[in-house]
């Protein structure tokens, strides 16, 4: 009823005759006279104040943020103190906000700003001030505590909380120098003040092994222990099938099923079995692990779950979901060992089509717990020994290779866009220490499990979507035209002419331009600067296809251990599907919740990747301490207006600051994302081969600067502490802006990549940039 008077309210004040009224004015045009309906109305009003939906101004009148030059946001601060609002509406540009007119927000804050005219020196990017504050984002802060005499402040380990946190007297709670501590804030900043706060957990002393990773989990605020009754609850699961489990279920025990999954991996949630049918079509079953079994809905089990919203994958932990009792005993598909599925069985013609499916709860018994190495060796005839074990299965392999084929044929000829960017895997000794950092392929096998996982979630995603039921998808809509068409621009600049506008492109223009550069020297500039140009994948109420992978029905089904989205599609499934529970009550009960879990699920897949970058540079870095002075052969991954990002064939990527290219005097073209020298001509842009020697590392921003081999000797630059914020004219926002100092290239995989669990395995989402997630599932 409340969603319904918003929804009223907002569609009266977006009328073309309406002009900001009062609370009183407002009352008498809804009706709202009697004394419960004003009180009603008055909560309703504040509510959207408080959400920023409405805006009240100086004169008590309400209107409309857009009508008002106003927009909603949330801020993206940068280390020299601005920041970009990236607003709510994702067809409007970003604002740049001065450090002068933030007016206190901090990072990540949602805000109201007044737009003001673009600016023609930063290339018509329209400017904002901060009027008002919705939420704050930061509500502690981990870092270096730097004691004084009488106070201390401690300095964030995120720079893009710019200054330091002041620690008044007797509210630092056992600190010292050098501690990494957790800082409740107390006082945001206002004015020329800094933030105040109270220490609440002294972690450690920087230097402690182990402390570098637990402050980033800090950081990113990453749940670590469960709760007292969630563990319990976990504690009176069963481990083992009781006989009553098996009642609605359909048998698959006596069939070939495996899993396929990393060395290393516990938690294995998909199994999966091809078998040719009379009519020469093929048979593949993909069985997931029915979680929903176990984590009931309204339990302390699922309220946690929901909370943390994703397994995250750190470089020496993993921070599972659900616990580990479950995750990798009594739900995880362990080999020769009955276990609860819900199972999605598909026909598919050879040209891989799906023309019949059938979705249903089972009980299997996988045959074999395979790994990606094994299989690739099966399929490519590698290892005589392998080949050996496995005897009995190769036929069983290579019909699963047979389907795997096709199907990646189908979604070729549909237009999906295959990224094919490098993987590293960071490889820590017992201490956390980094000893080294290797290249992942993405073999065959990967490709199998990645093709059947991709059929599963499209044919599950359709089936419910046909219903018209409430559901939950994965979506990826079309790029803004605007970046295409720059996009477009720059693709001719290699001699590529794109057909086709960029208001209504197909992914098969995009994929033809991937294939027709593949092995050629602008084959990495091309690939990213077009993933730059596309949306960011995230979870939606609505179906509204998947771009990268050129479809209309898209959702994840595969990993229930490890994301909350696919575990409420199980929920829904056995709702819907098992339980027939399709009656006008239910469906709005979902169709009320699925906006926020939508959103909710879409921002925590978002702090995992972040908190995934983090140890991946700052154990990148570690690695790089002891090859200072070394020399190396990179590739250039991104162009700034401060420098290059160089890249090593390890992935491991520094900066040469734009101060230490002493051959010439090189500018910023932002249409070529390129560094031109004024007197020579020489250009630097992405995809360029180049020789770096190390310069110099620093732990606490994760970096590694580099100097470009041949020219001046450089000293290593000076850093602060804090970044001294110079005023003037706003700078322009480079076209990999969004990115830390220290963050990975920009770029990234395919939405569907399949990830690898483990220490430190991972792919690349969709998005602004590349986004390493390291765990495992197989539809990223």
């Known amino acids: 009823m409340a969603e319904e008077r918003i929804q009223e309210i907002l569609d009266y004040m977006r009328e073309e ?35 920023g939906l409405v805006i009240r101004t100086r004169s008590d009148r309400y209107g409309l943020p857009e009508k008002m030059n106003l927009m909603k946001g949330r801020v993206q601060s940068h280390a020299k103190g601005f920041a970009f609002i990236i607003p709510e509406d994702e067809k409007l540009d970003d604002v740049f906000v001065g450090p002068n007119d933030l007016a206190g927000a901090m990072n990540g804050d949602t805000v109201i700003i007044r737009v003001s005219a673009k600016s023609s020196d930063r290339g018509d990017r329209p400017e904002g ?20 005499k009488h106070f201390g402040f401690v300095i964030p380990d995120d720079n893009r909380i710019n200054g330091d946190i002041f620690i008044p007297e007797n509210a630092e709670h056992g600190a010292m120098e050098g501690h990494k501590v957790v800082a409740e804030i107390t006082k945001y900043p206002e004015g020329r003040k800094n933030a105040e706060g109270m220490i609440t957990q002294i972690l450690g002393h920087k230097n402690d092994p182990g402390i570098d990773i637990l402050s980033i989990i800090y950081k990113h605020g990453l749940p670590l222990d469960y709760p007292p009754e969630v563990m319990s609850e976990a504690e009176a699961v069963p481990d083992e099938i009781r006989p009553e489990d098996f ?15 990393g060395e290393d991996s516990k938690d294995l949630d998909d199994a999966v079995t091809v078998t040719r049918l009379d009519n020469g079509n093929y048979h593949l079953g993909v069985h997931i692990a029915d979680v929903s079994h176990y984590v009931t809905e309204g339990s302390s089990l699922d309220a946690e779950a929901y909370e943390r919203g ?97 199907l ?26 980094p000893i080294d950092v290797v290249v992942r ?62 208001d209504h492109v197909h992914p098969r223009t995009l994929q033809s331009l991937l294939e027709k550069v593949k092995g050629q020297p602008e084959e990495a500039v091309i690939s990213t600067v077009m993933l730059r140009s596309m949306a960011k994948a995230k979870y939606d109420d609505k179906c509204l296809g998947h771009f990268g ?81 070394q020399n190396f052969e990179g590739v250039v991954s991104g162009v700034t207006n401060f420098g290059l990002f160089v890249e090593l064939p390890n992935t491991i990527e520094g900066l040469v600051h734009i101060s230490y290219l002493t051959d010439d005097y090189y500018r910023y073209s932002e249409e070529n994302m390129a560094l031109i020298g004024e007197r020579t001509g020489h250009l630097y842009r992405i995809g360029d081969e180049i020789e770096v020697r190390v310069l110099d590392v620093n732990l606490d921003e994760h970096a590694v600067d580099f100097e470009v081999v041949g020219m001046k000797p450089q000293k290593p630059r000076q850093r602060k502490s804090r970044p001294t914020i110079i005023q003037g004219k706003a700078p322009v ?20 990549r399949p990830t690898y669990k483990g220490n430190g395995h991972g792919n690349s989402n969709f998005g602004k940039n590349k986004s390493y997630v390291k765990n495992k599932g197989r539809n990223k």
């Open 17 to 51: 005759t309406y002009r900001p009224m009062t609370l009183q004015e407002l009352e008498e045009a809804f009706s709202a006279s009697d004394k419960e309906n004003f009180a009603d109305f008055v909560r309703t009003m504040n509510e959207m104040e408080q959400q």
């Open 129 to 148: 001030t901060v009027i008002r504050i919705l939420e704050r984002a930061v509500k502690q802060v981990v870092g270096t505590y730097n004691a004084g």
């Open 408 to 433: 990646e044929e189908q979604r070729n000829e549909r237009g999906a866009i295959d990224f094919d960017f490098t993987e590293a895997k960071i490889i820590v000794d017992e201490q956390g220490k």
């Open 441 to 502: 392929e993405r073999t065959v096998a990967e490709r199998l499990i990645e093709s059947f996982m991709l059929a599963a979630n499209e044919t599950i995603a359709e089936h419910f979507e046909k219903l018209h039921l409430p559901f939950l998808y994965r979506v990826h809509e079309e790029p803004n035209p605007e970046k295409l068409e720059k996009f477009f621009d720059f693709a001719v600049n290699f001699g590529y002419v794109l057909k086709g506008s960029p």
């Open 733 to 752: 926002k480079p076209a990999n802006e969004g990115k830390k100092r220290s963050a990975g290239k920009p770029g990234g995989g395919a939405d569907h």
């Open 549 to 629: 992978l050129s479809t209309e029905y898209y959702t994840h089904f595969t990993s229930p251990i490890r994301r909350y989205p696919d575990l409420t599609v199980h929920r829904l499934i056995r709702k819907y599907l098992f339980d027939r529970q399709t009656d006008n009550k239910t469906q709005a009960y979902w169709k009320e919740r699925m906006p926020e879990i939508a959103k909710h699920t879409s921002a925590c897949e978002q702090r995992a990747v972040e908190a995934e970058r983090d140890t991946d540079d700052l154990k990148k870095a570690e690695f790089m301490q002891d090859k200072i002075g």
């Open 247 to 261: 009642v609605g279920r359909r048998d698959l025990r006596d069939e070939t099923i495996v899993t396929i999954d």
């Open 310 to 406: 994703t397994s995250v994958y750190l470089v020496d932990r993993v921070i599972p979901m659900i616990p580990h009792r479950l995750s990798n005993g009594i739900c995880s598909l362990n080999p020769r060992t009955d276990r609860l599925a819900i199972s999605c069985e598909m026909e598919i013609t050879p040209k891989g089509v799906v023309v019949g499916h059938e979705i249903f709860p089972s009980v299997i018994r996988t045959t074999e717990r395979m790994t990606y190495t094994n299989v690739r060796k099966i399929l490519q005839r590698e290892d005589d020994e392998v080949l050996e074990r496995y005897h009995d299965l190769i036929p069983f392999f290579d019909l699963m290779g047979e389907l795997a084929h096709i």
